[in-house]
């Protein structure tokens, strides 16, 4: 794997476990927030593989049209929505409130939140 793939999917990890519990997040919003905001396809690959010791919230990120990306009638959405209604996420017709239920975060600046950079979290 290439040194920026490896990057973009440290980032992509890093900012999908701060998407705090009952908020949602877009493959877009988590591509621009890991510097590569032209690759929101890239955001749901790189979940896909990702090493299940991370226990990543992968369930929040979601379409930027407030829907699942997974076909309505597989059991992968029904186990994203079932996860996302447990943390109060609620649904209209299989689509989620952007205005509502998304995820604003507070503090981009240098790709920081709560004073953790993206590399410490992997230390």
């Given amino acids: 794997m290439s040194e920026t793939m490896q990057h973009f999917r ?3 990890y890093f900012w999908v476990q701060q998407i705090p519990k009952g908020t ?5 919003q988590i591509a621009k927030l890991a510097g590569f905001p032209r690759h929101a396809r890239h955001v749901s690959k790189a979940l896909g593989c ?14 930027a049209n407030g829907k699942i990306a997974f076909n309505p009638d597989s ?3 029904a186990k994203q929505k079932c996860l996302l209604e447990k943390e109060g996420v609620q649904f ?5 409130d952007m205005k509502q239920f998304a995820w604003q975060p507070v503090n981009t600046d240098n790709q920081q939140l ?10």
């Fill in 10 to 12: 440290q980032q992509v």
């Fill in 75 to 77: 059991d992968s959405f």
């Fill in 92 to 96: 209209k017709q299989d689509t989620i």
């Fill in 114 to 123: 709560s004073g953790l950079m993206a590399e410490e979290f992997f230390r």
């Fill in 24 to 28: 949602v997040a877009s493959y877009g």
């Fill in 50 to 63: 990702a090493d299940k010791s991370l226990k990543l919230p992968w369930f929040r990120v979601i379409g």
